[in-house]
C-alpha cells in the first residue's frame, strides 16, 4: 500500500486513529511528535522552552525527510503542514487525510495537554487563532477530509477506509464526466487517460483531478506543466481542460468529481466568483479569480495572476506604466502594478471599462488612442491580443522605443506580434511565459503546499 498520512490540528484524533488504521493495513505506525522526542531525548515542552520553537521546527522537517517511504501510517504535528518542505515529503507517493473538529471538542481535548503554548492567547482563541491561520495550509494538504468530532476512532477509520477503497465520485457522477469530457475536443490519448480516471469502479480510486477552466482553453500549457510537477513530486493527481461556454457546468462538474482545484481563465475570471464559497481578500480586491482549491466539501477562490505579475517588475517600482486592457487579467495587473508604487494609467477600447477598473484601483485612465501622449516607461498587455484567434499587436511599431520595456501577458505563442515587435525596436521585453512560471508556482503551493522552485518550472516549459 502506499502510505497513509494523517494531518489536522492537535486534538482531532490523529495518534489514535493512526494506531487504528496501521494495524488494521498491517504495517507500521510512525507519530512524527513521539519520533522527535526519542531522537533528542527530550519532551517536546522542553524543546519549546530550552530552544525555542523555531529550533523544533528545524528537528521535525529533519524527522519528516527521514520518515520512511511507503507501507506506513504517519501522524503528523499540527504545525507540520505550514512548512512546504515538509509537505513535499509528507505528499509524495502518499494519500494525505486531513481530520478536522470543531473548536469546542479540540479545546476539551487538548485543555489538559502538556503542549507549550504556541500565542499569548487564552486557549480557546489560541486555537481559534491557529486554525484560522493554518487553514489554507491544512486545506492543500488534504487528499480527504474527514470530520471526527462526532465519530469516535474506530469509526473515523471506518470511513477512511471506505474512501480509501472507493474514491469519494459516486458511479454516476464518474458517468457524468466521461460524458462531459467526450462531448469536448480532447485528442484521444488524453481522452483515454481521463476514461481510465473515471472507470467505474476505476483502478486506482485516489487519483484526483485537476484542470484549467476557460473556453477556449487546449491552448493552455497548464495540463503539461502540472502533470510533469505531478511526476516530480509523486502526486497521485491528473491536469486535464475543463472547456465548457458555460462556467457554471464546470463547477457543478469539479464539485461531483471531487477534484482537487482549476486553474481558471478566460473568460470566467469574474463570473466565477458568484459560484465559490469563499473568495480570498486579494481575490476580491482585484475583482477576479483565477485559482479555485476545492477541499472539506468547500470552494474557495484565489487569484495567483498579480503575483505573476509582479514579481518580473519589481526593478521597476515606481514607474510610469500603461496597462492595456481592462478585464479579469487586467484587474490584477493594476493590483500588481500599484502594489510596486506604480504610476499606472489604464486604457482599453470600451473606455467605460477602463474608467470602472480605474476607480477600483486608484489608478488614472484615458482613450486608447492617447497613448504616444503618455511616452511610459512600461507598457503591460492585458489583453487577448496576440492569442489566437486574433493575432493582432495593440500596438502599432512606430509606438514603441528602445527605452520602454514591454511585458505581454499572452503567454501562447510565447514571442508574441508584441514581443516580436519590441525586439526588433531594442525594447526590453518579458514574455508572458515570465507570469505563467510565477503563478503556477503559487498555485501549486495553493494547491498542494509544496514551494516548487521556478527554475523547475521553467525547465518543464521549455
Excluded at 499540527?78 to 509537505?87: E, I, L, S
Excluded at 511526476?231 to 461556454?245: K, L, S
Excluded at 474557495?300 to 514607474?319: A, C, E, F, I, Q
Amino acid at each position: 500500500m502506499k502510505r497513509i498520512v494523517l494531518t489536522g490540528f492537535r486534538g482531532t484524533g490523529k495518534t489514535e486513529i493512526g494506531r487504528i488504521l496501521a494495524a488494521q493495513h498491517r504495517v507500521v505506525f510512525l507519530d512524527t511528535d513521539s519520533l522527535i522526542e526519542q531522537q533528542t531525548g527530550r519532551s517536546i515542552p522542553d524543546i519549546f522552552h530550552e530552544d525555542g520553537e523555531e529550533r523544533f521546527r528545524t528537528i521535525e522537517r529533519d524527522v519528516i525527510a527521514g520518515l520512511p517511504p511507503a507501507d506506513a501510517v504517519i501522524s503528523t504535528g499540527g504545525g507540520a503542514v505550514v512548512d512546504p518542505v515538509n509537505m513535499a515529503h509528507l505528499r509524495r507517493d502518499s494519500t494525505v487525510v486531513l481530520l478536522t473538529t470543531d473548536l469546542d471538542a479540540i479545546e476539551q481535548r487538548i485543555a489538559r495537554s502538556p503542549r507549550p503554548p504556541l500565542t499569548n492567547l487564552p486557549l480557546r482563541e489560541e486555537i481559534a487563532e491557529m486554525l484560522d491561520r493554518r487553514r489554507q495550509n491544512y486545506r492543500a494538504s488534504a487528499d480527504l477530509c474527514v470530520d471526527t468530532s462526532g465519530t469516535t476512532p474506530a469509526t473515523a477509520a471506518v470511513i477512511i477506509n471506505d474512501r480509501i477503497d472507493k474514491g469519494v465520485p459516486t458511479p454516476s457522477a464518474r458517468k457524468e464526466g466521461v460524458a462531459f469530457f467526450r462531448g469536448g475536443r480532447l485528442a484521444a490519448p488524453a481522452l483515454r487517460r481521463l476514461e481510465e480516471v473515471l472507470a467505474s469502479p476505476p483502478s486506482d480510486p485516489l487519483t484526483r483531478l485537476l484542470g484549467v477552466a476557460g473556453y477556449p482553453a487546449l491552448h493552455s500549457r497548464g495540463p503539461r506543466l502540472f502533470n510533469a510537477l505531478f511526476a516530480e513530486y509523486g502526486i497521485n493527481c491528473h491536469y486535464t481542460f475543463f472547456e465548457d461556454p458555460v462556467i457554471g457546468r464546470i463547477m457543478d462538474l469539479a464539485r461531483s468529481l471531487d477534484v482537487k482545484g482549476l486553474s481558471v481563465t478566460i473568460p470566467f475570471k469574474q463570473d466565477v466568483m458568484a459560484l465559490v464559497d469563499e473568495v480570498d481578500e486579494a481575490a476580491r480586491n482585484i475583482g477576479a479569480v483565477n485559482t479555485v482549491v476545492f477541499a472539506c466539501g468547500s470552494a474557495t477562490g484565489y487569484n495567483t495572476d498579480w503575483l505573476g505579475v509582479r514579481k518580473p517588475l519589481v526593478s521597476l517600482k515606481g514607474s510610469k506604466a500603461v496597462l492595456l486592457g481592462a478585464g479579469g487579467v487586467a484587474s490584477a495587473a493594476a493590483f500588481a502594478l500599484v502594489d510596486l508604487d506604480m504610476d499606472v494609467t489604464i486604457l482599453n477600447r470600451t473606455p467605460e471599462k477602463a474608467k470602472e477598473l480605474a476607480a477600483r484601483t486608484g489608478c488614472r485612465w484615458a482613450a486608447w488612442d492617447t497613448f504616444d501622449q503618455i511616452h511610459p516607461d512600461l507598457v503591460v498587455n492585458a489583453t487577448p491580443l496576440g492569442m489566437e484567434p486574433d493575432t493582432r499587436s495593440p500596438l502599432r511599431e512606430e509606438q514603441v522605443y528602445p527605452d520602454l520595456t514591454v511585458f505581454d501577458l499572452v503567454y501562447t505563442p510565447p514571442v508574441t506580434p508584441l514581443i516580436e515587435m519590441a525586439l526588433g525596436r531594442g525594447c526590453r521585453t518579458i514574455q508572458g511565459t515570465e507570469m505563467f512560471i510565477e503563478q503556477a508556482k503559487e498555485q501549486f503551493w495553493l494547491f498542494f503546499g509544496i514551494d516548487v522552485p521556478s527554475e523547475t518550472i521553467r525547465k518543464y516549459l521549455s
